[in-house]
C-alpha cells in the first residue's frame, strides 16, 4: 500500500509541553498549516506516563499554552493535577489546534528522516498498525523533543538489583497490593520529593520512611514563584560579589530553601516546594547520603560512599529518573529546522510559546537567534545564579522588541517573566541589565564552596 501524503508548513515532533506551546502560539498568530506528530496516544508528553499522584511543583501560571488559562491557574498552592494537565492538553488539541483547521494530528506515531533537505520530506510510522503517512514540510521540522524528558516509567534503573529485593517504580506506588513494613525512597529530585510527601499524606509514620538522597539540593519557594516582587528583591544581590554571597542572599530573601539546615546543598534542579511540604519533609530523619546506588541485593544497600543493611519487609521506591536533563545547546533557528529549547532555564512552557511568537514574526533567523538564546537547565548550586540571571537578562533582552514585548505583556504565560511590566521603565531595564551582568560576573570569577 501506498504511503498517504500530505503537504504542510511546519512539522512539530512531540506534543509534549513545547510542542503544545509552540504549535498554540503559530496558530495563534499566523495562518500556517502544520503536522503535529506523536509516539504517545495523547497529547501531554511525559505527563501520560508519569505517576498518578504527580501534580505540576511550579504555579499554573507559568505552565501550559498562551492561547488558554490551566486548570487552577493561580499563584496559590492549587497545583493542577496529571489528570487535570492530561485533560487541558486534551482540549487545546481539539478546541485550539484541530479547531484551527489548519493542523493535523498523528498521535502513536514515530517520526523519522525529518529535516532532510529542502524542503524536507519526513515519514511518520504508526506504531499500532505500521501505515507511513509521507510529510512534504515546506517551511521548517519543529524539534520539540530535544530536550528529552525522563520519567522512571520509560526506564529501568540505573543499579543492580538482587533477588528477593522489592523494587517499584514510582507509578506502581499507589497499586502494592499489601503494606510494607518499611519504604527507602531512592532519589532526591522532584519525583523524590514527591514519593516522600505523598507516602507521608497516606498516613505512613515517617519513622518507616528512609530516604537515598545523592545529593541534597536548593530548593524554589514556591510562594515567591511567579510573584511580582522578584526583580526588586533580587536588585539585593547587587551588594554580594561572590557565589557563596550570593547564594546566601538568595535563601536570605527566602526565595530557596534548604532541607536541612545543617547541610549546604551541592545541587539545583528547580524542584519547588511549599514551607508546609518542607515541614513535612524535614520530619524524615533517615536520610542516606552516600552518593548514588550501585547495587541493592539481600544484604542491603550498596552505595558510591559505602553500604547500608535493610530491615526485613523493605519496599524501593525508584525515583532515580533524571526529569531535568542538560542538552548541549544549540541555535533555536536554522535553516530548516527549530530546535525547541529552554529560553528561560527550567521555564519550558513560555520558552516554546516565544518560540512560536517569533516564527510568526516578519524577521530573519539572525533577529530570531539573537532574541532566542538557548539556556541550560541547572545542575549545580552555582546554576542558581544563572537561573535568576538568565531571567534579568531575558527581561532586558525581550523588552527591547516592541513586538515581542506587547505580545509577552498580554500573555498569561508571562507571569514566569515576574516584573515584566516594569520594564516600561528605562532605568528597570537598565537595572535588569546590571543585575544579570553582575551574576554573570560573580559566576566566571568564583567558585562556590559546598
Ligand atoms: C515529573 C515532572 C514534573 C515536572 N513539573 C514541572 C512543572 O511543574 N513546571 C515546569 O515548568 N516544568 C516541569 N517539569 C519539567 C518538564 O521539562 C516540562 O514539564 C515539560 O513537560 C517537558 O516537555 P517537553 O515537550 O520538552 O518534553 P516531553 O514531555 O518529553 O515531550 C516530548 C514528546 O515528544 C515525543 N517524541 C519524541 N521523539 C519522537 C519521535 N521521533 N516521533 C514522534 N514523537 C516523538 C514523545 O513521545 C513526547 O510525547 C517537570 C518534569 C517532570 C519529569
Not at 559505602?306 to 525515583?319: F, L
Not at 526529569?323 to 544549540?330: A, D, I, N, S
Request: proline share 6%.
Amino acid at each position: 500500500m501506498s504511503p498517504e501524503t500530505i503537504t504542510v508548513d511546519y512539522l512539530i515532533i512531540g506534543a509534549g509541553a513545547t510542542g503544545m506551546a509552540f504549535a498554540d502560539a503559530l496558530v495563534g498568530e499566523s495562518d500556517h498549516t502544520m503536522a503535529v506528530v506523536d509516539r504517545n496516544h495523547a497529547p501531554g508528553g511525559h505527563w501520560t506516563l508519569s505517576y498518578p499522584f504527580v501534580r505540576l511543583h511550579g504555579p499554573s501560571n507559568v505552565y501550559g499554552v498562551h492561547s488558554r488559562a490551566m486548570p487552577s491557574d493561580s499563584i496559590g498552592a492549587s497545583l493542577a493535577s496529571r489528570n487535570e494537565i492530561l485533560d487541558y492538553y486534551d482540549r487545546i488539541m481539539r478546541d485550539v489546534l484541530l479547531a484551527s483547521g489548519r493542523v493535523t494530528y498523528l498521535p502513536m506515531h514515530d517520526v523519522a528522516g525529518a529535516g532532510d533537505g529542502p524542503p524536507g520530506t519526513a515519514r511518520a510510522t504508526s506504531l499500532v498498525n505500521g501505515a507511513t503517512t509521507e510529510i512534504i514540510v515546506r517551511k521548517r521540522v519543529v524539534d520539540a523533543s530535544y530536550v528529552n524528558v525522563t520519567v522512571p516509567a520509560m526506564k529501568r534503573p540505573g543499579y543492580t538489583v538482587g533477588d528477593g529485593v522489592q523494587v517499584v517504580p514510582v507509578n506502581q506506588l499507589v497499586e502494592l497490593g499489601g503494606v510494607p513494613e518499611r519504604f527507602t525512597v531512592v532519589g532526591a529530585g522532584k519525583t523524590g520529593l514527591d514519593a516522600c510527601l505523598w507516602l507521608l499524606s497516606q498516613g505512613v509514620d515517617p519513622d518507616r520512611i528512609r530516604w537515598i538522597a545523592p545529593r541534597d539540593a536548593w530548593l524554589v519557594n514556591r510562594s515567591h514563584e511567579g510573584a511580582v516582587s522578584q526583580f526588586r528583591e533580587l536588585t539585593y544581590l547587587h551588594g554580594h560579589d561572590s557565589a557563596d554571597a550570593a547564594i546566601g542572599a538568595l535563601e536570605e530573601l527566602g526565595l530557596v530553601l534548604r532541607r536541612d539546615p545543617s547541610v549546604t546543598p551541592g545541587a539545583f534542579r528547580c524542584a519547588t516546594v511549599s514551607s508546609t511540604e518542607l515541614d513535612r519533609l524535614r520530619g524524615i530523619e533517615n536520610v542516606v547520603r552516600l552518593g548514588r546506588v550501585r547495587r541493592m541485593d539481600s544484604t542491603g544497600v550498596h552505595l558510591e560512599g559505602g553500604s547500608i543493611t535493610t530491615p526485613p519487609g523493605t519496599v524501593y521506591v525508584d525515583c532515580s529518573a533524571d526529569g531535568l536533563t542538560q542538552k548541549p545547546t544549540r541555535p533555536v533557528f536554522a535553516e530548516n529546522v527549530i530546535t525547541l529549547q529552554p529560553l528561560l532555564p527550567c521555564l519550558v512552557a513560555p520558552s516554546a510559546a516565544v518560540v512560536g511568537k517569533l516564527e510568526s514574526l516578519d524577521l530573519d533567523d539572525v533577529a530570531r537567534n539573537a532574541l532566542a538564546p538557548p539556556a541550560q537547565n541547572p545542575r549545580t548550586a552555582r546554576d542558581l545564579l544563572s537561573f535568576y540571571g538568565t531571567r534579568m537578562e531575558r527581561l532586558h533582552r525581550w523588552s527591547g522588541s516592541p513586538e515581542l514585548f506587547d505580545w509577552l505583556r498580554g500573555s498569561r504565560l508571562s507571569a514566569g517573566l515576574f516584573d515584566l511590566q516594569e520594564m516600561t521603565d528605562p532605568d528597570n531595564r537598565a537595572t535588569a541589565a546590571a543585575l544579570a551582568a553582575h551574576l554573570d560576573d560573580v559566576l566566571k570569577r568564583d567558585d562556590v564552596t559546598v
